[in-house]
């Protein structure tokens, strides 16, 4: 499958889709001068090439009664074990999110608990026993300061990227 070519209509579709998921394409194709058709076609392209991954219902947490977020970071004892571990956080429902990342962790997580003890739980009973988790260092948000989804924006006109083009860095 060839990479689909992303132009300026579909940075404009993909900005507002990200915005408002649920703008109707007719509005969408007004914003960008386009067919509701042609909106239409662009959208299918996108997700069957992979640039749109699907669209979701985003929903607050502590609407839930989920009132503490933390990111835990775990270390393993073999990482060539990543594999397993990943599979067994992602029968942990309270783990939203899991990242294989660089430095002292291995693998950094994202859970929503209801309190601290539930969390507790969840670190000793659950994360902890997973085969070749070694350790764990916790640290709880005390406020989401802010959250958004992917930056689409024309990235010509941002200034570290032009200093990148001179540099010849693409």
């Known amino acids: 499958m060839s990479a689909y070519q992303i132009d300026e209509t579909d940075r404009k579709i993909l ?3 990200v915005n408002d998921a649920r703008k109707p394409f007719l509005e969408i194709a007004r914003e960008c001068g386009i067919s509701g058709a042609a909106v239409h076609q662009r959208v299918r392209k996108m997700e069957n090439s992979g640039v749109i ?5 985003m929903v607050k947490p502590s609407a839930l009664g989920l009132n503490v977020c933390a990111f835990i970071g775990l270390e393993l004892s073999e990482d ?6 990943v599979n067994a956080l992602k029968h942990v429902p309270e783990v939203v999110e899991c990242h294989f990342v660089t430095g002292k962790a291995a693998l950094f997580l994202k859970v929503y608990c209801f309190n601290n ?3 507790m739980e969840v670190l000793l009973n659950t994360i902890q026993r997973i ?4 350790s764990t260092d916790t ?3 005390l406020d989401e300061a802010f959250g958004r989804q992917v930056w689409v924006k024309e990235y010509q006109s941002i200034s570290f ?3 990148a083009r001179e540099e010849g860095v693409q």
């Open 15 to 17: 900005s507002l889709l």
């Open 53 to 57: 991954t699907g669209s979701r219902m």
């Open 80 to 85: 060539n074990k990543y594999p397993e571990v």
């Open 117 to 119: 003890d539930h969390l």
């Open 131 to 134: 085969p070749y988790v070694q």
């Open 139 to 141: 640290m709880i948000s």
């Open 161 to 163: 990227m032009a200093g």
